[in-house]
């Protein structure tokens, strides 16, 4: 906080009263720009700060990216082998390979840190920071979002695929063809939603490489329609 003394003594004559107020503007320029000075090093320390923490969990997400990829394509396989087990019932629900059928609708999601990334919106540390640096910190944690949106609609698939399971649980007996006519639509469903997280995931793991190899990032993934 900046505090103006008034002169000791009387001024005396108008050569004095501008002396002291020159004195006075230097003193409060000085003051001024000291305060800013160490205002904009607490701001660059608290970005650089960010920025590391930041950099740090984005690292460690990585491998929970690759985690989430490697999921993803054996959901995806789980799914083919699914579309297939049924399309054989679809054909002939009494067959023995009808009968042998094996429907895996098993689903599970990886999680991803986010602590950095919140503290440094709550201390408003990205305004501080470069706008290039900041765009790259924001964009690949809005990936991250993405990516755990998309994984929270395959939990909505595998809450509707019980549903269809809950509603022939009074039928005994094989699978009939209007059962396995309608899983395979859920399953249907499913896979398309599986394409969706499979394409943020490895958008999500382009971008966290990318940053961490200190390279530009590809912006376009695409993604075969499985028959």
Request: glycine content about 4%; proline content about 2%; charged content about 25%.
């Amino acid at each position: 906080m900046l505090d103006v003394h008034p002169p000791h003594k009387a001024i005396r004559g108008t050569g004095e009263f501008f002396l002291h107020l020159l004195t006075i503007t230097i003193g409060l320029l000085i003051a001024v720009g000291i305060e800013a000075a160490v205002t904009r090093h607490e701001h660059t320390k608290l970005a650089h700060e960010a920025a590391e923490t930041m950099t740090a969990e984005i690292r460690r997400n990585l491998d929970n990216t690759k985690d989430a990829v490697k999921l993803i394509e054996e959901q995806q396989a789980h799914m083919d082998a699914n579309l297939a087990a049924l399309a054989k019932i679809q054909d002939d629900p009494k067959s023995s390979a009808s009968q042998d059928a094996h429907i895996d609708a098993s689903y599970g999601g990886v999680d991803f840190e986010s602590t950095a990334w919140r503290t440094a919106q709550a201390t408003q540390a990205l305004s501080y920071m470069p706008y290039e640096q900041a765009q790259k910190f924001s964009g690949i944690y809005d990936d991250v979002q993405v990516l755990e949106k998309a994984q929270q609609v395959i939990v909505e698939d595998e809450a509707q695929f019980l549903g269809i399971v809950h509603r022939y649980t009074s039928k005994s007996g094989d699978m009939s063809k209007e059962e396995a006519d309608a899983m395979a639509e859920r399953f249907g469903i499913w896979q398309g939603h599986l394409m969706t997280v499979h394409i943020a995931a490895k958008l999500l793991l382009e971008e966290e490489s990318a940053f961490l190899e200190h390279r530009e990032p590809l912006h376009h993934m695409s993604e075969k329609i499985h028959n």
